[in-house]
């Protein structure tokens, strides 16, 4: 696909606009609407600098693309959304050109829509129980809910719209969050809008989580979680930033003698998964973890004025196929590899990774090994990484699920030479909390358990994200900070 | 509640080698010996820089760091002053595991002798005898040495000019110490990684258990990225959550030496900036 600039679709889209008369329109005529694509800067621009991939629709694109939905009475769409958003509605007002109004539809229960409109894998939620999309054969004709609500979201930041949630009456009552990625943040929003004190106790020195230290600038610029964050503080929210619960302050001495009257813990799967194969401790492999936090958080990109160094690489290996693997492949070549392959052990159709993250990634060079898997790291004299031995796989029998399983092919075990390795294989739960915890029930994954209130087995300490359900979604995370917000809101009554 | 890291004194122990006191109430409340946290010289470019508490002050709310400045983020830190904030994590890591042994032996090279410090003071304070091995490449370098004399049954100083005590690696004293009878009952080696390694090998022959504190680059502190892993008795540890701590006979020195060299190559071209930054600096305070 050559590549087309935002001029070109704006132009079309005006054209169609004009075209059509809304209130005329029968469901056949809204479905012969042409799917608004995402303008997007260059691949070959934009696979060297860090700027957003993703420019965002104009506002004739927006409305337009608003007038694809079919208004579903019984919006299947909506229970593809974790948090519940009302799409018709929300839709609706962006096709009257009510900016506004659509932003305080999606408010209602969505707090950070400018970043799940980015970052939310919407052909695996809301988009994918979409009736046009159904109607027309494929997920990628469904509405384009997530890229209408980044609209939204950015029309209103842009326009200095955004309000400040309000912040009821003082109770009297503290609550404690522990994380300040998605779900601490949203929860910190819910309990802070009841009057409670909140204190959000943040180990890093920039609030976010992995919107800051793992997902890159070029897919979701710092400025804006920093902008979310700042509108928690407006409401009066109280950040600890440089605060290790569990080694600065354990978690019982908060609730005992710090006078909280209940905590969220919201930490995370900040845990690297390692493949386990010779080699791995060689000079030149790293977590995604690391080389992303290195990278994003510690400003690695902004050779000269950052302090923390990143990796000099030429040839580089990303082991994995979902979205940290997607990011490190793409930010290896921003940070000026020659060559970024991604070795996954099935093929393309199997990746966890967002459908459009893995076409950006192609756009931009990436190139993609599937059935393959490095079975050892070898390094040179000096401790350095030299390459992979990398083994074959071929699709067997369907296992369980229906999926074709990858079974190795004997004797294909080759050496392909790389400088540096990726490992993005996800992350498990950090153990910090549980272990300064000890009577903090956790499964044999080390994810904390809770109720269906977000309740841990402790007494008025609940938890949510990713601590609880392993490495999920932002929106899932946010989901379930919400309903633990909501448990809190109501024993603190 | 919201705290500040801010440094309320600083002094030059020699040429390289800096002391800060910082504001950290809650830090110098829970830390214990051998724990360490990470601080920044800026919430923006800086690099994350791990150093050990050397001192704690419960009462008045702070922690000491002694440092040496021996890259770029190191230099930047030397050019704060009192009353400049910084952003300061702890405390990280495991605290030194300290019962009554018997009879310490504490070796500390360099900087390490910082570190050393309150662990020789808890060991004391539990009941053990200790001996204190201080090394130096030179006496200008040498550091701690009043805390020491202070606090230790035996201090023993070696240099490698012979400048300041005998003119020996700290190895040699060591090497002789294992030899008595009894011999030590525990060994602690906190120094350059070529010093713990070598500290390893002197014990090895004798059974002595020995425990060396590892200084691998980091970045978060927290058990988050990974970058701080060594191989230990052939499993792969985190140093910043396991650690910083190990039995150093189980160490992968090699391994460790190569990692702590990744970014030789860039690290030596902005220390050299650095260098240059605070020469100038010092001129212009000279002639001001
Ligand atoms: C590279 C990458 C790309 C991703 N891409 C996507 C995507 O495109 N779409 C999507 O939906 N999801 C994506 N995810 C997953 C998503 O980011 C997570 O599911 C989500 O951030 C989880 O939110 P959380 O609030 O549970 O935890 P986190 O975002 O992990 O935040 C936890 C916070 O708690 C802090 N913390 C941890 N322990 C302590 C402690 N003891 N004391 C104080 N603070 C502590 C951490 O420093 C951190 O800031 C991606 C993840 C990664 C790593
Ligand atoms: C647990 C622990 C405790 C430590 N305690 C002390 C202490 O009390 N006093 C002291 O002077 N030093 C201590 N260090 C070492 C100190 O952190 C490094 O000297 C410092 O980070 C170097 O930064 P730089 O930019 O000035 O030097 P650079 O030019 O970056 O590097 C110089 C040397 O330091 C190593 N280094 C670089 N970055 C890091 C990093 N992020 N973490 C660790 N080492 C690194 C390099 O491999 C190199 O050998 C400790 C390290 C650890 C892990
Ligand atoms: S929050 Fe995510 S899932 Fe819900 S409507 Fe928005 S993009 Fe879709
Ligand atoms: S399912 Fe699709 S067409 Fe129907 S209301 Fe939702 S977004 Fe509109
Ligand atoms: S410093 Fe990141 S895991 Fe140890």
Same mark, same amino acid.
């Given at each position: 696909?050559?590549?087309?600039?935002?001029?070109?679709?704006?132009?079309?889209?005006?054209?169609?606009?004009?075209?059509?008369?809304?209130?005329?329109?029968?469901?056949?005529?809204?479905?012969?609407?042409?799917?608004?694509?995402?303008? #997007?800067?260059?691949?070959?621009?934009?696979?060297h600098?860090?700027?957003?991939?993703?420019?965002?629709?104009?506002?004739?694109?927006a409305?337009?693309?608003?007038?694809?939905?079919?208004?579903?009475?019984?919006?299947? #769409?909506?229970?593809?959304?974790?948090?519940?958003?009302d799409?018709?509605?929300?839709?609706?007002?962006?096709?009257?050109?009510?900016? &506004?109004?659509? @932003?305080?539809?999606?408010?209602?229960?969505?707090?950070?829509?400018?970043?799940?409109?980015?970052?939310?894998?919407?052909e695996?939620?809301?988009?994918?129980?979409?009736?046009?999309?159904?109607?027309?054969?494929?997920?990628d004709?469904?509405?384009?809910?997530?890229?209408?609500?980044r609209?939204?979201?950015?029309?209103?930041?842009?326009?200095?719209?955004? &309000?400040?949630?309000?912040?009821?009456?003082?109770?009297?009552?503290?609550?404690?969050i522990?994380?300040?990625?998605?779900?601490?943040? &949203?929860?910190?929003?819910? %309990?802070?809008?009841?009057?409670?004190?909140?204190?959000?106790?943040?180990?890093?020195?920039? =609030?976010?989580? %992995?919107?800051?230290?793992?997902?890159?600038?070029?897919?979701?610029?710092?400025?804006?979680?920093?902008?979310?964050?700042?509108?928690?503080?407006?409401?009066?929210?109280?950040?600890?930033?440089?605060?290790?619960?569990?080694?600065?302050?354990?978690?019982?001495?908060?609730?005992?003698?710090?006078?909280?009257?209940?905590?969220?813990?919201?930490?995370?799967?900040?845990?690297?998964?390692?493949?386990?194969?010779?080699?791995?401790?060689?000079?030149?492999?790293?977590?995604?973890?690391?080389?992303?936090?290195?990278?994003?958080?510690?400003k =690695?990109?902004?050779?000269g004025?950052?302090?923390?160094?990143?990796?000099?690489?030429?040839?580089?290996?990303?082991?994995?196929?979902?979205? %940290?693997? !997607?990011?490190?492949?793409?930010?290896?070549?921003?940070? @000026?590899?020659?060559?970024?392959?991604?070795?996954?052990?099935?093929?393309?159709?199997?990746?966890?990774?967002?459908?459009?993250?893995? @076409?950006?990634? !192609?756009?931009?060079g990436?190139?993609?090994?599937?059935?393959?898997?490095?079975?050892?790291?070898?390094?040179?004299?000096?401790g350095?990484?030299?390459?992979?031995?990398?083994?074959?796989?071929?699709?067997?029998?369907?296992?369980e +699920?229906?999926?074709?399983?990858?079974?190795?092919?004997?004797? +294909?075990?080759?050496?392909?030479?790389?400088?540096?390795?990726?490992?993005?294989?996800?992350?498990? +739960?950090?153990?910090?909390?549980?272990?300064?915890?000890?009577?903090?029930?956790?499964?044999?994954? @080390?994810?904390?358990?809770?109720?269906?209130?977000?309740?841990?087995?402790?007494?008025?300490?609940? =938890?949510?994200?990713?601590?609880?359900?392993?490495?999920?979604?932002?929106?899932?995370?946010?989901?379930?900070?919400?309903?633990?917000?909501? =448990?809190?809101?109501?024993?603190?009554? | 509640?919201?705290?500040?890291?801010?440094?309320?004194?600083?002094?030059?122990?020699?040429?390289?080698?800096?002391?800060?006191?910082?504001?950290? $109430?809650?830090?110098?409340?829970?830390?214990?010996?051998?724990?360490?946290?990470?601080?920044?010289?800026?919430?923006?470019?800086?690099?994350?820089?791990?150093?050990?508490?050397?001192?704690?002050?419960?009462?008045?709310?702070?922690?000491?760091?002694? /440092?040496?400045?021996?890259?770029?983020?190191?230099?930047?830190?030397?050019?704060?002053?009192?009353?400049?904030?910084?952003?300061?994590?702890?405390?990280?890591?495991?605290?030194?595991?300290?019962?009554?042994?018997?009879?310490?032996?504490?070796?500390?090279?360099?900087?390490?002798?910082?570190?050393?410090?309150?662990?020789?003071?808890?060991?004391?304070?539990?009941?053990?005898?200790?001996?204190?091995?201080s090394?130096?490449?030179?006496?200008?370098l040498?550091?701690?040495?009043?805390?020491?004399?202070?606090?230790?049954?035996?201090?023993?100083?070696?240099?490698?000019?012979?400048?300041?005590?005998?003119?020996?690696?700290?190895?040699?004293?060591?090497?002789?110490?294992?030899?008595?009878?009894?011999?030590?009952?525990?060994?602690v080696?906190?120094?350059?990684?070529?010093?713990?390694? /070598?500290?390893a090998e002197?014990?090895r $022959?004798?059974?002595?258990?020995?425990?060396?504190?590892?200084?691998?680059?980091?970045?978060?502190?927290?058990?988050?990225?990974?970058?701080?892993?060594?191989?230990?008795?052939?499993?792969?540890?985190?140093?910043?959550?396991?650690?910083?701590? /190990?039995?150093?006979?189980?160490?992968?020195?090699?391994?460790?030496?190569?990692?702590?060299?990744?970014?030789?190559?860039?690290?030596?071209?902005?220390h050299?900036?650095?260098?240059?930054?605070?020469?100038?600096?010092?001129?212009?305070?000279?002639?001001?």
């Amino acid at each position: 696909m050559s590549h087309m600039e935002t001029s070109f679709y704006q132009q079309a889209a005006q054209a169609e606009l004009e075209k059509i008369h809304s209130a005329a329109l029968t469901p056949r005529a809204r479905m012969a609407i042409t799917v608004q694509d995402m303008p #997007c800067q260059d691949p070959e621009v934009r696979r060297h600098n860090m700027q957003e991939v993703a420019i965002g629709y104009t506002r004739e694109q927006a409305m337009l693309e608003a007038e694809r939905c079919l208004q579903c009475k019984n919006a299947p #769409c909506v229970a593809g959304c974790p948090v519940k958003i009302d799409i018709p509605g929300f839709i609706r007002k962006v096709k009257e050109g009510d900016f &506004t109004g659509a @932003g305080q539809v999606i408010k209602q229960t969505n707090l950070l829509p400018s970043i799940c409109g980015r970052v939310c894998p919407q052909e695996k939620q809301c988009q994918l129980p979409c009736t046009v999309g159904k109607a027309l054969g494929g997920v990628d004709k469904a509405v384009q809910i997530g890229r209408l609500e980044r609209f939204v979201a950015d029309y209103e930041r842009e326009h200095g719209l955004q &309000t400040v949630p309000h912040a009821g009456p003082s109770s009297g009552k503290r609550v404690a969050i522990v994380g300040a990625g998605p779900a601490g943040l &949203t929860c910190a929003v819910d %309990v802070r809008r009841e009057g409670h004190d909140v204190a959000v106790f943040e180990a890093f020195h920039k =609030a976010g989580g %992995v919107m800051v230290y793992g997902i890159p600038e070029f897919r979701l610029p710092k400025a804006l979680v920093a902008s979310e964050a700042g509108l928690l503080e407006s409401m009066g929210v109280q950040f600890e930033m440089n605060f290790l619960v569990g080694r600065t302050r354990k978690l019982s001495s908060l609730l005992k003698e710090d006078g909280f009257d209940a905590v969220f813990i919201g930490t995370g799967a900040g845990l690297p998964k390692f493949m386990d194969i010779p080699g791995e401790n060689l000079v030149g492999v790293f977590s995604a973890n690391e080389y992303l936090t290195r990278a994003n958080l510690m400003k =690695a990109y902004e050779i000269g004025k950052a302090g923390t160094p990143i990796y000099p690489s030429r040839r580089v290996a990303v082991l994995g196929g979902g979205n %940290v693997a !997607m990011d490190s492949a793409r930010m290896a070549m921003r940070l @000026g590899a020659e060559e970024v392959r991604v070795l996954y052990r099935r093929t393309r159709e199997e990746m966890p990774a967002r459908a459009e993250e893995v @076409g950006h990634a !192609m756009e931009e060079g990436i190139i993609f090994d599937f059935l393959a898997s490095p079975t050892k790291v070898v390094g040179d004299d000096k401790g350095k990484v030299a390459g992979l031995e990398v083994l074959s796989y071929q699709l067997g029998e369907p296992d369980e +699920s229906g999926r074709r399983k990858p079974v190795p092919i004997r004797g +294909s075990e080759h050496f392909v030479p790389f400088d540096t390795v990726i490992v993005a294989i996800g992350n498990e +739960s950090n153990p910090l909390i549980s272990r300064t915890t000890p009577d903090l029930h956790v499964d044999r994954h @080390g994810h904390i358990i809770v109720d269906e209130k977000q309740k841990t087995s402790l007494d008025r300490v609940y =938890a949510g994200g990713d601590i609880v359900l392993g490495a999920a979604t932002v929106i899932l995370a946010m989901g379930e900070g919400r309903r633990a917000a909501a =448990a809190i809101n109501e024993v603190l009554q | 509640m919201k705290t500040e890291h801010r440094i309320v004194s600083k002094r030059q122990l020699s040429e390289e080698v800096y002391r800060i006191e910082v504001l950290a $109430p809650l830090v110098a409340r829970e830390r214990k010996a051998g724990q360490f946290v990470v601080v920044m010289y800026d919430e923006e470019y800086s690099e994350r820089i791990p150093l050990t508490i050397a001192d704690a002050d419960p009462e008045k709310g702070t922690v000491t760091l002694i /440092f040496q400045t021996v890259g770029a983020s190191t230099h930047k830190l030397a050019l704060k002053e009192p009353g400049d904030s910084i952003v300061l994590l702890g405390p990280l890591g495991n605290p030194t595991h300290i019962e009554k042994f018997g009879w310490a032996v504490c070796v500390g090279g360099g900087i390490g002798l910082a570190p050393l410090h309150p662990i020789v003071k808890a060991l004391k304070e539990a009941g053990n005898r200790v001996t204190v091995i201080s090394g130096a490449r030179t006496a200008e370098l040498l550091i701690m040495q009043d805390e020491m004399n202070a606090v230790a049954d035996e201090n023993i100083v070696v240099t490698d000019d012979g400048t300041a005590g005998r003119k020996a690696l700290v190895t040699v004293p060591l090497a002789e110490l294992c030899a008595a009878s009894p011999p030590p009952d525990i060994v602690v080696a906190i120094g350059p990684p070529i010093m713990m390694k /070598f500290c390893a090998e002197t014990t090895r $022959p004798f059974g002595i258990k020995t425990l060396a504190s590892l200084n691998t680059i980091m970045i978060d502190g927290t058990g988050m990225c990974g970058g701080c892993r060594v191989s230990v008795g052939g499993a792969t540890k985190f140093v910043c959550v396991d650690g910083p701590e /190990f039995d150093a006979h189980q160490v992968d020195w090699g391994q460790m030496m190569s990692r702590l060299g990744a970014y030789k190559d860039i690290e030596k071209e902005a220390h050299e900036k650095c260098h240059l930054e605070m020469s100038i600096k010092q001129l212009e305070k000279e002639r001001s």
